[in-house]
T-cell receptor, first 115, second 112 residues
Framework: NAGVMQNPRHLVRRRGQEARLRCSPM?????VYWYRQLPEEGLKFMVY????????ESGMPKERFSAEFPKEGPSILRIQQVVRGDSAAYFC?????????????FGSGTRLTVV | GDSVTQMEGPVTLSEEAFLTINCTYT??????LFWYVQYPGEGLQLLLK?????DKGSNKGFEATYRKETTSFHLEKGSVQVSDSAVYFC???????????FGGGTRVLVKP
């Protein structure tokens, strides 16, 4: 019974490159949430998606960041033209249904380093 | 907007000492409250939760009581172990909400 799977665990990108972070939710979960943890800070909500829909992207930076959760396959968080300030840990969580926060499960995160 | 404030760390303790991490929140309505733990290099694990006033969440010797009158959810453990060394996050979610609001985290280091 696999949990939330994120890959890669560690990602190094040069400034200006693209970063793609993947998240496979728990089996039976159709709701995905992305959070960002800057060094020495707490987690900040970025975006909430259901299959093929973005429900709430109030925490997403206006430029360079995008997220999708296609009908088939994992959710993808995409960062274009990365800058040093994008270096952070990115966590994905999933839940079975909207509002069922008690089923909220986090992955182990992707640690992005921009050099 | 909603916010969570927790004491800054690091908190350094000796094994078997008593641990308290303060957490206060600001939110409208009646949020649910959580403590998450993050071990080095890992993701967040739910430690305990409380959904209404005066509820006490407990797990692995840790406890926290939802105090609406003081808008607090302080984490306590009576006798810590080296294995409790981690970062602890207090968080809330609004009723029927979808996103967690986290505090800044408190790093705890337990020395043998």
């Amino acid at each position: 019974n696999a949990g939330v799977m994120q890959n890669p665990r560690h990602l190094v990108r040069r400034r200006g490159q693209e970063a793609r972070l993947r998240c496979s939710p728990m089996k039976g979960h159709s709701h995905v949430y992305w959070y960002r943890q800057l060094p020495e800070e707490g987690l900040k909500f970025m975006v909430y998606l259901q299959k093929e829909n973005i429900i709430d992207e109030s925490g997403m930076p206006k430029e360079r960041f995008s997220a999708e959760f296609p009908k088939e396959g994992p959710s993808i968080l995409r960062i274009q033209q990365v800058v040093r300030g994008d270096s952070a840990a990115y966590f994905c969580a999933s839940s079975p249904r909207q509002g069922e926060w008690y089923g909220y499960t986090f992955g182990s995160g992707t640690r992005l380093t921009v050099v | 907007g909603d916010s969570v404030t927790q004491m800054e760390g690091p908190v350094t303790l000796s094994e078997e000492a008593f641990l308290t991490i303060n957490c206060t929140y600001t939110a409208t309505g009646y949020p649910s409250l959580f403590w998450y733990v993050q071990y080095p290099g890992e993701g967040l694990q739910l430690l305990l939760k409380a959904t209404k006033a005066d509820d006490k969440g407990s797990n692995k010797g840790f406890e926290a009581t939802y105090r609406k009158e003081t808008t607090s959810f302080h984490l306590e453990k009576g006798s810590v172990q080296v294995s409790d060394s981690a970062v602890y996050f207090c968080a809330l979610i609004k009723a029927a909400g979808n996103k967690l609001t986290f505090g800044g985290g408190t790093r705890v280091l337990v020395k043998p």
